[in-house]
C-alpha cells in the first residue's frame, strides 16, 4: 500500500494554510501506511541562507547546538520534535562533511533553500502533530505515509527520500532491480544511506539531473530504466511532478481548481480541502509525467 | 430518507441499507457527503433506490443485487464490482476496473473510465459514456462493453466471449482481440441494449471487438517444447 499526497498552490490564497491541508492530506492516507510518515514542505526561497532538516535521533538539543556551534558560528536553530532546522550560509559541501565526521549520531534528512523536510516512524496522525505541520505556511509541498514492505520500519526506511539540494521523492509501490540500479549509481558517485528502494529512485532523479537532463525528461528515462510498480511524486523548488508506471496499478488522482492542484493516492485524502467538490477532479494517465 | 455521511458512519448506513424492511414504503434513499469513502452502498440486495451527492471511494456499489444506485460526482477504484444485478450511474468520472467481474445488471458511466474497465467482466452491461483507458476488457468473458468515446490501449486482451462495441478510436488491440463485423444480429443486440438503457445513440456508428480465440487451445506447433 503507502499514501501519497501532494499540493501545489497556483495562487498566493491559501499560502498560509498550505501545512493544514497537507496535514489533513495525510491524516486522510493513514489508513494505507500506519508504519511512518514524512513531508516536506517548501516555502520562498531563501537567497542567502541554506536550510538543513536535521534529525537528532538520541542526541539532545542542548548537546547538538554545543558541538555545531564549535565548528560553525552564525546559526539559527528551529527545533521540531526531535528534527531541527539549522540555518547558515555555510554551503552543503561543507555542513554535510561536518555533519558526516563530527556529528554522526545525527542524520541528515534534507537541505536546500526552499525545502523543509521531516519524517518519523508511527502512525501519520502523530507524526503530523508532533511535528507541527499545521502551523506551517509554503508555495507546496509532498508527504508519504508507508505501509513497510522492502525494507525496515526505522526513520531512514520513511519518505520523502532527499538526494540532492531542494530535491525529494515519495512513492506509492516497490521497486524490484533497485540492488542493480544502486551499484550502477555508487559507480557514478551517488550517495545512499539505506537499503530502501525509493532512496534509489530519488538518487536516479538526482543523478540525472545533475547532469543536465530536466525533471521531465528524467522521470521519462525511468519509465525504461527502473523495474517494478510506482506511483512517483518528485519535488523540487518550483513544484511536483507527477508519473504512474506504465502498468499503473498504483493509484492517483488529481483535483485542480484555480487556487490549488492536490494530487492522492485516494480521494478521501483530498475530501477537506476547499471547493474540492467543484475540482476538475481526473486520474493521471499511465506512463504520463504531469508537472505543475 | 436521507443520510448525511458527516453524522452517521458508514457502517450504519450500510447496515441500514442491507437490512432493509421490506415491509416499508419507502424506498428512496439519498446519501450526502461521502468524502471519498470506500465500500459506500456495497452488498446491496434489493429492489431500491439510492441517490450519493458527491464523491466515493473504492468499491462503491460493490456486489450490487437489484438496487439502482446514482452517484452524482466521481467514483474511486471498482465501481460495481461483481455486481449481479441492478443499475449503477456515474454522473462523473470512474477510477481502474470499474465493473470488475460483474456477473450481470448495468453500469452506466457518463464520463470517462480509466485503466481495466470491465476487467473479466462475467456477463455485467457497461455503457461509457467518455472514453475507457488501458486495458479495458481484460480476460472479459461475458456481458457488453459499450463505449461512445476512445479506447486506450491493449483493449481486450485476452477476451474471452464478452462482446466490446467503441464508436471511437481504438489506440490498440490487446493479445487475442479482434475487430468483427458488425452484422444484423449485433445492430440488433445493441438495439435492444440501447433501448432498455434509455440510451439514444445510433448502434450503426460502433464496430465492434471480440476473441480470434487462439489462446483457447493449445498450439499443437509448439508440441516440441515439451
Redesign the interface.
Same mark, same amino acid.
Given at each position: 500500500m503507502c499514501g501519497i499526497v501532494g499540493i501545489y498552490l497556483k495562487t498566493k490564497k491559501y499560502e498560509k494554510h498550505l501545512g493544514k491541508f497537507l496535514s489533513g492530506m495525510l491524516d486522510g492516507m493513514a489508513t494505507r501506511g500506519p508504519d511512518s510518515a514524512g513531508f516536506a514542505v517548501y516555502t520562498k526561497e531563501n537567497k542567502k541562507n541554506f536550510k538543513y532538516s536535521i534529525c537528532l535521533n538520541e542526541l539532545k538539543e542542548n548537546d547538538f547546538k554545543k558541538k555545531i556551534s564549535k565548528f560553525i558560528k552564525k546559526i539559527k536553530l528551529t527545533y521540531y520534535a526531535d528534527h531541527v532546522i539549522l540555518e547558515t550560509k555555510e554551503k552543503p559541501a561543507k555542513i554535510l562533511d561536518l555533519l558526516k565526521i563530527e556529528i554522526p549520531e545525527v542524520s541528515l534528512v534534507g537541505y536546500g533553500k526552499s525545502i523543509n523536510i521531516f519524517k518519523q516512524t508511527g502512525n501519520p496522525k502523530d507524526v503530523v502533530k508532533k511535528f507541527k505541520l499545521s502551523s506551517f505556511s509554503g508555495t507546496h509541498g509532498i508527504g508519504h505515509t508507508r505501509m513497510a514492505t522492502e525494507s525496515a520500519i526505522t526513520t531512514q526506511g520513511s519518505h520523502p527520500y532527499s538526494t540532492s539540494e531542494d530535491e525529494c521523492l515519495v512513492h506509492n509501490g516497490s521497486l524490484s532491480n533497485h540492488n542493480n540500479v544502486r551499484r550502477s549509481l555508487i559507480k557514478d558517485g551517488q550517495n545512499f544511506n539505506s537499503e530502501n528502494d525509493t532512496e534509489v529512485a530519488a538518487g536516479y532523479i538526482s543523478n540525472q539531473i545533475s547532469k543536465g537532463e530536466d525533471l521531465e525528461k528524467t522521470l521519462k528515462n525511468s519509465l525504461n530504466d527502473l523495474d517494478g510498480f510506482y506511483t512517483f511524486i518528485a519535488g523540487t523548488k518550483d513544484g511536483f511532478a507527477l508519473l504512474r508506471d506504465e502498468i499503473a496499478c498504483k493509484p492517483a488522482v488529481v483535483a485542480e481548481t484555480k487556487d490549488y492542484v492536490a494530487v492522492a493516492s485516494e480521494f478521501q485524502a483530498m475530501a477537506h480541502l476547499p471547493n474540492v467538490n467543484s475540482a476538475k477532479i481526473y486520474e493521471p494517465k499511465p506512463g504520463v509525467v504531469y508537472h505543475w | 430518507m436521507n443520510f448525511d455521511l458527516n453524522k452517521k458512519t458508514l457502517r450504519e448506513v450500510n447496515q441500514h441499507l442491507q437490512n432493509f424492511d421490506r415491509k416499508k414504503n419507502t424506498r428512496k434513499f439519498e446519501i450526502s457527503n461521502p @468524502?471519498? @469513502? +470506500?465500500a459506500i452502498c456495497a452488498g446491496l440486495k434489493d429492489d431500491i433506490d439510492i441517490t450519493i451527492k %458527491? +464523491? &466515493?471511494?473504492?468499491y462503491c456499489a460493490g456486489m450490487n443485487q437489484k438496487a439502482t444506485v446514482t452517484v452524482h %460526482?466521481?467514483v474511486? &477504484?471498482g465501481v460495481a464490482e461483481n455486481m449481479m444485478s441492478g443499475k449503477i450511474i456515474v454522473k %462523473?468520472?470512474a !477510477?481502474?476496473s470499474a465493473g470488475a467481474t460483474g456477473h450481470g445488471g448495468a453500469l452506466i458511466i457518463e464520463g470517462?473510465a !480509466? !485503466?481495466r474497465c470491465g476487467i473479466s467482466m462475467k456477463g455485467i452491461d457497461i455503457v461509457v459514456k467518455g472514453s475507457v %483507458? +488501458?486495458m479495458s476488457a481484460f480476460m472479459a468473458q461475458k456481458g457488453n462493453l459499450v463505449v461512445m468515446g476512445d479506447a486506450?490501449a491493449d483493449l481486450g486482451d485476452s477476451i474471452y466471449e464478452a462482446k466490446i462495441f467503441v464508436k471511437g478510436k481504438v489506440k490498440s488491440l490487446g493479445a487475442d482481440c479482434v475487430e468483427k463485423k458488425m452484422d444484423k444480429k449485433n445492430i440488433d443486440e445493441l438495439t435492444k441494449l440501447f433501448k432498455k438503457l434509455n440510451i439514444s445513440e445510433d448502434p450503426k456508428k460502433f464496430k465492434r471487438y471480440g476473441s480470434s480465440r487462439n489462446l483457447y487451445n493449445f498450439k499443437i506447433d509448439n508440441v516440441g517444447a515439451y
Open positions: - | @468524502q471519498g @469513502q +470506500h %458527491g +464523491h &466515493t471511494g473504492y %460526482g466521481n474511486g &477504484t %462523473g468520472n !477510477s481502474q470517462d !480509466s !485503466s %483507458g +488501458h486506450d
